[in-house]
Every structure is written in structure tokens, then in C-alpha cells.
């Protein structure tokens, strides 16, 4: 991703043509379109001959791990905005079009503006993202700790497959996806004693 150095930058190189400035601009999409929203719309650009000044279309994402009920881990990305994808892209009447009339965006996000008519609803004005925001959207991508999905809920059953408690069977009491632990009540010596695991110690029963 090249959201720093690509906010900004001017676009356009014929002999004679204005250069204007690429901003980011953030679409909001169908939920779980963002894949294909990118896809159709780098075509579309280039189909529609805005490829020079629809330069960039992003997904920041971060890693991810998901849990499964096994045990077993799934490297996985996780959408930092999902239902949203950022585009960098000189905003003119052609620009706005494509990306408006691509199956699956909802609109811009940007302010609306006021209608004639009080019952019509206002049309969106694009609101370009500042610098401080994309640096702090993809800085975000960047540096964010794996989030880790684990198909687990206070309430549920477990075995214990790792560690000194291997073999113990528990209920789930408190899941730390961010810390890949959670907290299951273990009969120890007849007692229910909390117990805190690592996702990678236990396996979920059915």
C-alpha cells in the first residue's frame, strides 16, 4: 500500500492538460463486496478510459487467525473498515460516474447537500481524506497485532489438549480474542477453579 506517498500527487501528463491532485477517497460498498468492488472497478477504469486518474483502489486489511473448532489455525485478512474501500483518484464528472455506477457502491462518503426540494433527498459531495487520515488508515494496516477469530462463546464446553491441565474439561467463561487466551472453569480436586489458556491448548467440544 502507498497510501502516504500516493496522497497528493498530481495527475495527468499530455501536453497542455491541467494537472490536477490524486486525493483518497473512501466508498462505502455492499457488505463483503469489497473484493469485488476493487476488481470491477479497475476494469471499469480502464474500460472507461479513467485509468489516469483512477490510480489507486485499496482494501487495508490486517492479519488475521482464525480458531477452528479443532484446535487447528487459518491464516485469514481482516478488513480494517469493512464495507468501505479507498480510492485514490483525481474527482471529476467521469471519475465520479465510474465509481458510482459500479455494481455493488453505495456512494461516497462525503456531506450532502441540500435539494431544492425538502422531501428529496441531498446528493453526496465526495469529502476527500485528509493526509493525517490516510496515514493513520494504512499505519493502522500496517502495524495492527493479528486479530485472532475463535469460534468460541462463554457457555461453552472444552478440552483441554496442551499444557499442565491436558485432558481437563471445562466451560469457557471469558474470551481474549486480542490476547489469544480465555478463561474456562476447570474441576480441580472438586472444585471449579478458573483457568486461564491459550486458544492453542484447547479444542471445543459439540
Given at each position: 500500500m502507498s497510501g502516504e506517498a500516493g496522497q497528493d500527487q498530481p495527475a495527468?501528463?499530455?501536453?497542455?492538460?491541467?494537472r490536477q491532485v490524486a486525493r483518497w477517497y473512501a466508498v462505502?460498498?455492499?457488505?463483503?463486496?469489497?473484493?469485488?468492488?476493487?476488481?470491477?472497478?479497475?476494469?471499469?477504469?480502464?474500460?472507461?478510459?479513467?485509468?489516469?486518474?483512477?490510480?489507486?483502489?485499496?482494501?487495508?486489511?490486517?492479519?488475521?487467525?482464525?480458531?477452528?473448532?479443532?484446535?487447528?489455525r487459518q491464516s485469514t485478512e481482516e478488513k480494517v473498515f469493512p464495507g468501505y474501500v479507498?480510492?485514490?483518484?483525481?474527482?471529476?464528472?467521469?471519475?465520479?460516474?465510474?465509481?458510482r455506477s459500479t455494481p455493488n457502491v453505495i456512494n461516497f462518503v462525503g456531506a450532502e447537500e441540500r435539494r431544492a426540494t425538502a422531501r428529496a433527498r441531498g446528493h453526496?459531495?465526495?469529502?476527500?481524506?485528509s493526509r493525517q487520515e490516510v496515514d493513520r488508515i494504512f499505519k493502522r494496516a500496517a502495524e495492527k497485532k493479528p486479530v485472532v477469530k475463535?469460534?468460541?462463546?462463554?457457555?461453552?464446553?472444552?478440552?483441554?489438549?496442551?499444557?499442565?491441565?491436558?485432558?481437563?474439561?471445562?466451560e469457557v467463561i471469558e474470551v481474549s480474542g486480542e490476547r489469544n487466551k480465555l478463561k474456562a472453569l476447570l474441576s480441580i480436586f472438586g472444585r471449579e477453579t478458573p483457568v486461564e489458556l491459550e486458544f492453542s491448548q484447547i479444542s471445543k467440544q459439540s
Open positions: 495527468g501528463d499530455q501536453p497542455g492538460e491541467k462505502q460498498v455492499a457488505s463483503s463486496c469489497e473484493k469485488k468492488v476493487k476488481a470491477t472497478l479497475e476494469q471499469r477504469a480502464v474500460t472507461l478510459g479513467v485509468d489516469n486518474r483512477i490510480l489507486e483502489i485499496e482494501i487495508p486489511q490486517t492479519p488475521g487467525v482464525k480458531l477452528k473448532k479443532d484446535g487447528s479507498l480510492v485514490r483518484m483525481v474527482l471529476d464528472e467521469d471519475t465520479m460516474m465510474a465509481v453526496i459531495k465526495p469529502r476527500p481524506l475463535v469460534d468460541l462463546a462463554e457457555g461453552d464446553q472444552i478440552l483441554v489438549t496442551a499444557g499442565p491441565f491436558k485432558d481437563f474439561q471445562g
